[in-house]
Structure formats: C-alpha cells, structure tokens
C-alpha cells in the first residue's frame, strides 16, 4: 500500500499528506482548487522548515517529502491508483457522502476509504458506498505531523482485515492507533468536549474569569493548555457542531452546548481563525505564537 489519495489541503489534510509523505509514501493530495492546493503546500514546507529548525529532520528529508506529494484538483483522476484515500474535507455531513460515494465509483476495487472526520458516523457514510467493510474512520489529531494518537473508527461494518490494514500502516507513520466503535465523539470528542463546555458554563456562571479556568487546569492538572485556550484554538464552531453531535446522537442532556459557546458563534467569536474567541488574537503575532506552542 504505497499509493495513498488524501482530500481535502487544509489544516488536517495537509498534515495527513505531509505525514505519509515523510514515511515514503506516494501522496496525491486532492482539492477543489489550485489556490487551496498552493497553500497546503506552503504550509508543509513553512512545518518541514520547522522541523530542521528544531535538528528533527534533514534538508534532504524535506525534499524526499516535498517531492513524495502530487496535487490534483480532479477526484476521479487523483484516487486511479490509490490503495487507501483518506478523506479530510469540510465536515459535513452531504458533502461527505457526495464524495464517498464518488470515491466508491472511481477508486480501484480493494481500496480502502478512511475518513478523518471528527464526529459525522462512519456507518453512515460507509452505507453510501458499495464497500462498507472498507470504509474505515481514521482520526489524526491537530497538528498531525507532531500528534502521537490516531484513533481507529470501525464502522457497524468495517471488517477485521480493513482494521489491520490500517492498523498496521498507522503503526508505519510511527504513531499510536487506538481502536474505537463508532458512537458521536468516539472516544477523543466524547471526553474532550463535555470539559470544554464545562469551563464554557463555569465561566458563563461567574465561577471565574478566562485566564483563571485556564490557569487551574493548566497548572492543576498539568494540561499544556487550559480549555478555553483550546477551544479558541479547535475553533469554537467546531465546538459547538460536535456537541451539537452528541446531543442529537445520545439524546442525553449533558451534551448541551453552553448557551455562552451559542452566543459566541452566533456573534463571529471562533477562536483564533476569526481573530477573537475567549483570547484576543487580532495582532497576527499572537495567534501565530498560540499555533507554534502545539508545533
Ligand atoms: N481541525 C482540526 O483540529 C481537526 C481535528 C481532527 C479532525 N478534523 C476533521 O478533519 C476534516 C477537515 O478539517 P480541517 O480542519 O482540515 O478543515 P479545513 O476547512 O481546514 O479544510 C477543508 C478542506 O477541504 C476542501 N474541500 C471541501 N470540499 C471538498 C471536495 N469536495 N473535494 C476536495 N476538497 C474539498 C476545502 O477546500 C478545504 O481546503 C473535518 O472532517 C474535521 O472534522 C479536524
């Protein structure tokens, strides 16, 4: 399996790409547009500089793992010849299915599809394809050249070979899969999110202020970053889109998201994509920095 198809060039599908490319693969990193497609590549180049910077890698490696990536604009073309595509467009649910069930109709027969996505089912999106035992969630962790974990979503259908399959290639990329089944959240999101709403609504209840929260649990429980810090970082629609997920997927009350994460989407506050969420990032040097401590 060295021909590996990745869509989508933003945040995740470019760490995906730059990833598999580093361990030798033959990537084609595949978006809907050349101006998408550039940046993900500048972004690889401005992560490997980072890397020889810090004496991880080699000039040389960077070239090997610039020159192991191709990008395409057209799907059908991009997936001929790949033996695994894993998918890291928008998160949305329709989009998704129009493009698994495109990568069903031009992929080779055998191939695996894997998704990165961060809460849409993995039985849902398999059931539009005619290969559900090969329809696979794989979801690295921001940002993923650094990340460890990528945890392993099995479908109701996924079957053991396509598990040890992936399995066995995420081993190959040096990091840790960990085996998960397919419930909202899985296992990351199911925990990570119900803290973040908790610091939300402790906050919105006047317990304590932003840096506070953030400092208890920074230096209380020795987190690298509070949870609001997180959040502005995740992306505060994000946030909300995954609890919205989980309320909606387990009918359970505990998922709610905090009516002050509403508020905030509602009025524009993301995090540090929009410039200001529970931080202020307007001046560009500090949501750089912000970004760099996770680099
Ligand atoms: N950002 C994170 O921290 C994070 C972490 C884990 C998983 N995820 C998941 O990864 C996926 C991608 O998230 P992201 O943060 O990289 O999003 P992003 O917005 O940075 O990038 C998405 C890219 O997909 C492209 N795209 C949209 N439709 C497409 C299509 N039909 N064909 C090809 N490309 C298409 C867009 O042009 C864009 O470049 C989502 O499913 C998300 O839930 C994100």
């Known amino acids: 399996m060295k021909n590996i198809a990745v869509i989508g060039a933003g945040t995740m599908g470019?760490?995906?790409a730059h990833t598999f490319a580093q361990f030798d693969y033959k990537v084609q990193l595949i978006d809907l547009s050349e101006n998408s497609l550039k940046k993900g590549i500048a972004t690889i180049t401005k992560n490997l500089d980072r890397m020889i910077a810090k004496g991880r890698i080699t000039e040389e490696d960077k070239?090997?793992?610039?020159?192991n990536i191709n990008t395409c604009t057209s799907l059908q073309e991009g997936v001929k010849y790949s033996s695994l595509v894993v998918e890291a467009a928008?998160?949305?649910?329709?989009l998704k299915l129009n493009i698994f069930?495109?990568?069903?109709?031009?992929?080779?027969?055998g191939a695996i599809l894997a998704s990165n996505?961060?809460?849409i089912s993995i039985t849902q999106i398999a059931a539009v394809t005619s290969r559900p035992e090969m329809v696979i969630g794989m979801h690295f962790m921001n940002p993923v050249p650094i990340m460890k974990l990528v945890e392993i979503i099995k479908g109701y259908n996924t079957c053991q070979e396509t598990y040890d399959i992936v399995n066995g290639i995420t081993e190959k990329l040096n990091k840790t899969p960990v085996e998960v089944n397919d419930y909202p959240g899985f296992v990351a999101n199911r925990i990570l999110m119900p803290m973040i709403n908790e610091a939300i609504e402790t906050l919105y209840n006047g317990v304590a202020g932003?840096?506070?929260i953030d400092t208890v649990m920074k230096l209380g429980m020795a987190h690298p970053m509070g949870p609001l810090q997180l959040a502005d970082f995740i992306g505060l629609d994000i946030?909300?889109?995954i609890l919205n997920v989980m309320y909606d997927g387990f009918k359970n009350p505990k998922y709610a998201p905090c009516p002050l994460l509403v508020n905030m989407v509602s009025a524009g506050k993301l995090g540090i994509k929009s410039g200001e969420g529970f931080y202020d990032y307007s001046g560009s040097r500090r949501a750089e920095n912000v970004s760099k401590q996770f680099i």
């Open 239 to 241: 946030c909300l889109s």
């Open 117 to 119: 996505t961060s809460s």
């Open 90 to 94: 928008t998160e949305n649910l329709e």
């Open 63 to 67: 070239l090997r793992t610039l020159n």
């Open 101 to 109: 069930k495109d990568l069903d109709k031009f992929c080779p027969e």
């Open 210 to 212: 932003v840096q506070e």
């Open 14 to 16: 470019n760490g995906i």
